[in-house]
């Protein structure tokens, strides 16, 4: 890294970091047994502890920013579990955030990671047309044929081990045709109890369309009337953990003014990730006189499907397994930012003739983290391996997840144990629509 480039970055963190909340870390160390990079690597470089050390160092002008210290801050995963040890309360995801974003705003990047960033952050997840043409193209690489064609002439292995990885695990997808049909409003399928907003976000309504489909469903079946507004966008979650704060901030001002005409109770989430990044708009915009107070009454408003669904006693339906063992995986974003990992665990656990099994350390990152698995793979499949060790000692049968990326993520770790034949991967909304229209069909029979 040169000179120039490391002075820049230097005076970027003097701008950008909230000094304030870094002298907030006392060095307790509490943090580190809760740190998935720590836990692997043994190095206080790569804990939340060692990270605030360094960011401070930055500022202070003690640290150069250099190419050892970009490593520390890339390898965080962002999952926010040294926030829920820490005894003073420091904010570490907001940290990890303006490091990043005063690292990219002058770090000098190859012609790959430039054209990958440009691509990814600003024409494709901010633009919902370009994302359902690309998913498009996916659905026409598994329906065709060309899919089974790659795959025995293996012209897979000319790419990353990752993405071969993840290409065997992804989803079926919808076809182009059906990604371009969403209504904005569904009304209660029983008494109404309320009214409520979807998120539906970029790759919730496209690649896992079935998992957004199933969401809404169940909402009706709890008594509540849907609005879908059409001119939200993408959360910013990205953006934001990648550094690109300002584009994130104008994903969020437009998610706001497309959600502040619904009138409804609550704005409903299906994807931790997502959920985790929406519930911090008030702090994001928190310099922003005029956005700042609409994004404290917009977040106000957020709630995960599974803590919406508890408190519409949505547990108390007598729904009915077929005798599975099954586990929870929770949500970084969800258990860290929302603060929602009872609620899940409960709606599980009041299903009939199922044994649920909580799995040790669920609520340890599975290394999907965003994009994570995909820019820090080798740290990513390590956690997952660990993660899978856990599994087969829960003797799940059924693994349950709650944002798209641990469910790709757990998937990816169930085909590399070569437990395909005998472990499924759920999406938590597609797996209690599946057992509410089961009991339902059996009350019918029934009567």
Known sequence: MKVAEMEN?????VETMDYEELLNCTRCGFCLPSCPTYIETGDEVHSPRGRIAIMKGIVDGDIEPSESVKQSIDLCLGCRACETACPSGVRFGRLLEQAREAIY???KLSLKERVARRAAFQYLFPKKKRLRQMIGLLSFYQRSGLQ????????????????????RVLPAVPRGKQLRQREQSFPALKEKRKKVAF???????TMFRQTNDA?????QYAGCEIVVPENQN???ALHGHSGKQEKARELARANITAFEEAGVDYIVTNAGGCGGFLVDYSYLLKDDSKWAKRAQVFERKIVDITKLLHRLDFHKFPLKGNGETITFQDSCHLRNAQKTFIEPRELLQSIDNINYVEMRHADQCCGSAGIYNLVEPEMSMQLLDGK????????????????PGCYLQMKLGVERAGLTDQIQVWQMSDFLLDLYEQAKESLVLEK
């Open 215 to 219: 969401t809404i469903k169940l909402l």
């Open 388 to 403: 899978m060790q856990q599994v087969e000692r829960t003797k799940a049968e059924i693994i349950v997840t709650a944002n």
């Open 234 to 236: 993408c959360c910013g």
């Open 9 to 13: 970055i230097r005076e970027a963190f």
């Open 199 to 205: 998120f539906s976000g970029c790759l919730m309504d």
């Open 105 to 107: 705003r002058h770090k």
């Open 148 to 167: 089974t064609t790659t795959r025995k002439l293996g012209i897979l292995k000319m790419f990353p081990d990752s993405m071969q990885s993840m290409e």
